[in-house]
């Protein structure tokens, strides 16, 4: 399975930007997608998840601003983010959960893309 991101960018504080993740590849069925950011000398930090049924999971520093979502029928998770702070610059890393023939659940991990907040 490959992950692409798609629409990082620069914003003002304050502003909002859409991210969005397709897999492809060998593709059977999706279990959990989200996203993960990582910053200039941080760790990875979990930022949402979202099961193939629709349930949502978010990282505290990002509850009521960011929302995610995912069109299965497509294999593509979105990341709605709102009231973007400087503190959400970082590079933001799409993740899945794949299982492999024997029933074991895969971590697959896009490339990321970057996201600035800064006036």
């Known amino acids: 399975v490959q992950l692409q991101a798609f629409g990082g960018g620069l914003v003002q504080p304050g502003g909002s930007l859409r991210l969005s993740c397709e897999a492809s590849?060998?593709?059977?069925?999706?279990?959990?997608m989200g996203w993960y950011r990582q910053g200039p000398g941080n760790q990875r930090e979990f930022v949402a998840a979202?099961?193939?049924?629709?349930?949502?999971n978010y990282g505290d520093s990002v509850k009521g601003r960011f929302t995610i979502s995912r069109d299965n029928a497509k294999n593509v998770v979105y990341l709605q983010m709102n009231s973007l702070k400087p503190e959400d610059t970082a590079a933001y890393l799409c993740?899945?959960?794949?299982?492999?023939?024997?029933?074991?659940?895969?971590?697959?991990w896009g490339q990321g893309t970057q996201v600035t907040v800064s006036s």
């Open positions: 993740h899945a959960v794949q299982k492999n023939m024997w029933g074991t659940p895969v971590d697959y």
């Open positions: 590849g060998i593709i059977i069925r999706i279990n959990d």
């Open positions: 979202v099961t193939r049924g629709g349930n949502t």
